[in-house]
């Protein structure tokens, strides 16, 4: 008996009805998959920088920054050893910096305790640093071509989009079996890019299919956020200089009580030095 998605409202889908589906799927990709730095030359840690800078950004701000860092940045060992001013500086624009702290710490993770290489195992991957259930799923399959089952926003509209027409409160839990069912086990790399680029495409022609998932939460909004705040500082202190909290919200154009609150956190955090009343980029 094949897999069912597991809700009393939803058909059970049929093994032709995935055969057609992976057709479609792959068939747009042919003609309109994207022509993406990271999916050129692939090497482990050309996918790990490129998932990580994607998390929650957008392709477009990531194509010209991944290339930069890459410059900068050729390989686990360069990375791990980068001065934080100068990997954040690099970084600035990208939002988020606790990635860039993350992929220092990771690097430094693989050189000491994997001789520079990156593990294939999404098990082993998830007790990397910054790396969660999805990222260690995609550098599985983008970087190694492992035959392995996992979900984030683009596979999920893809999904909720071709099988589950009208429904809300979709869970993951149906579609998991759906992504498992339909997974190209000979070649994953190629079946999820095109995945991402047709879920892509959904997005812009389709609205959001993801709406309807019950773990769509609204990304706040970024104007006036601590993120903004956080960024601010950063930028000021990216320069290398030591500065109290108040010159600091002068030259960030920051409310000195939001630049206290955060030099808090982005000290205890590692980002920071507090050397008395002043602050600096470790």
Known sequence: MPARASSKNHTPVSSAQIRAFRKKV?????????????RKRVTPFRVL???????????D?????????????????????????????????MGYNRRALALKKLAQVVVDEHRGRLPSDPE???KLPGI?????????????NNPVVFMDTNIRRVFIHEFFAGRAQVHDDELLPLVERALDRKDP???????????????????????????YIRQS???????QVRGAILKVLVKGREL?????????????????????RLADEGFLNRRGKRFMIQ
């Open 26 to 38: 792959l068939a747009y990709y042919a003609r309109h998959g994207r022509d993406l730095p990271w």
């Open 49 to 59: 920088i490129s998932e990580i800078m994607l998390q929650q950004t957008q392709v």
């Open 61 to 93: 701000r990531v194509i010209d920054k991944f290339r930069e860092f890459l410059a900068a940045f050729p390989g686990f060992a360069q990375l791990a050893e980068a001065p934080l001013p100068m990997l954040l500086s690099i970084w600035s624009g």
């Open 124 to 126: 082993a991957l998830k």
């Open 132 to 144: 969660g259930p999805y990222t260690a799923g995609a550098i599985a399959a983008f970087a190694f």
């Open 189 to 215: 790399s190629r079946w999820y890019n095109a995945l991402m680029d047709y879920g892509t495409m959904l997005k812009k022609e389709h609205g959001n299919p993801n709406r309807r998932s019950m773990h």
């Open 221 to 227: 909004p970024f104007e006036n956020s601590n993120r």
């Open 244 to 264: 109290t909290a108040a010159q600091i919200a002068e030259e960030a154009g920051v409310d000195p009580k939001r630049v206290e609150q955060n030099l808090s």
